[in-house]
Structures are given as C-alpha cells and as structure tokens.
C-alpha cells in the first residue's frame, strides 16, 4: 500500500512505538484524509518530532466512559486507534501547522512509554492485515442498500449530495469517507473503526443511521 511517498506492505512496516493524539469524536481509516489544525505546544513538538522521523502519528479516541485526566491530557485512551502519515502540511505563519494524515492502518495500543516527553508516546500492534489491502470484501456489501440509507439522512436533513462523484467512488472510499464525515459521537465513531470488515462496518454505518432517522422522526414538533 502505497501512502504518500511511503509504501507499507503489512504490519512489519510499522514501528511498535509512536505519538499518539487523542482526539475525541475524531475517526481516521486507512487510506482516508484527515485535515487536522495543530496548535497546542505539546501537539507541535510531536508533529516536529514525527516530520524529523518517519511522519507518523496514531489518532486515537479518549475512551467516552471515563472523564478523568481529560483537561490534563492523561484520560485513559480507547484500545484502537489508526496510525496516520503526515502527507501535507504547512505553517500558517502564526504558530499552528494545517496538515493533512492518510490513515495506513488499525492499530492495537498495548500501553503506553513513560518517555519524558509532552507528548504520550504508545506501544502498538498492528495486528490488523486486511488494512494493507485495498478494496477488500467491496463484493459483500449491499451498495444499493447503503446508498438508499445515505439517500433518506440527505433527504431527512435538506442535504444534497455530488452523485456523479457517489457513483464513480469505489465502495471502499464511500463507506469509509462517510464513516468519517458522519455527525455522530465517539462511540459510534469507534464502533465503525473497530468494525472488523467492510461489509460490517457499512451495516454498522447503516443501522446507526437508521436509528438516527427514526428517533428523528419520533421527535415531537414544536412551536414556538
């Protein structure tokens, strides 16, 4: 798999240690972009740090069920994340860098490294292969269904949608990029990353979805 300049073959490619960003609510999968806008010290030393090596960063979620060390940066994190290659970036002339990462893979957070740093350092495992192949399992997915989903939440919230780009997107990058951009929480948002296949992650994507719409047509109208 081919990542900006770099190319990833399988998990032996990864390092077993890397900077982590917990960013609650946010999803990154592989072969997805995430623009991001860093701008707290200690996120800066840990992107200077990552341009000064192999230009990765794990994105991960504090876990949802636990509110302490939050304000702190010490809240425990969820066991999931994705590991993230810079491919873009710049400075803004202000102190902040706007970069991009494409998601390279899942990966497991075995603990954390002690390591002296602002920023958290993680011991991974990326144990999940299936990432490094693109396309995969495209063949078990029922698009149609997916996109009559997708067509009502457009419908339900006066949305409109590009559906020549729709139509020509690989089924990969549709679910995938609709599982990034949905407007739902961080349980969700892990949910659909820990989804062990595609087939399951847009069913996952579908039954939320689904429940969304119902809740909101359940809603009471009110006037004012």
Request: hydrophobic residues 45%; proline residues 7%.
């Amino acid at each position: 798999m081919q990542v900006g300049n770099a190319s990833y073959v399988g998990p032996a490619d990864l390092p077993g240690e890397l900077p982590l960003f917990p960013l609650k609510g946010v999803l990154l999968l592989p072969r997805g972009l995430l623009p991001l806008i860093v701008f707290e010290p200690r996120y800066l030393a840990m992107v200077d740090a990552a341009l000064a090596g192999d230009r990765l960063i794990g994105i991960i979620q504090p876990r949802f069920d636990v509110e302490d060390g939050i304000e702190e940066g010490s809240a425990p994190l969820c066991e999931v994340g994705t590991v993230g290659r810079i491919t873009a970036i710049a400075e803004t002339g202000d102190g902040r860098y706007q970069m991009t990462l494409t998601g390279v893979c899942r990966f497991r957070l075995m603990g954390e490294e002690p390591a002296g740093l602002p920023y958290r350092v993680g011991r991974i495992a990326c144990d999940f292969p299936v990432d490094f192949e693109t396309r995969v399992g495209e063949d078990e997915v029922d698009r149609a269904a997916f996109l009559a989903v997708f067509e009502a939440y457009l419908d339900a919230n006066e949305m409109e949608a590009d559906w020549d780009a729709v139509e020509k997107a690989s089924t990969e990058a549709l679910i995938n990029t609709l599982s990034m951009m949905s407007p739902y929480g961080a349980a969700e948002k892990q949910a659909l990353l820990e989804a062990p296949d595609l087939k399951t992650r847009a069913e996952t994507l579908i039954a939320i979805t689904e429940i969304t719409l119902a809740r909101a047509a359940d809603a009471p109208t009110t006037f004012n």
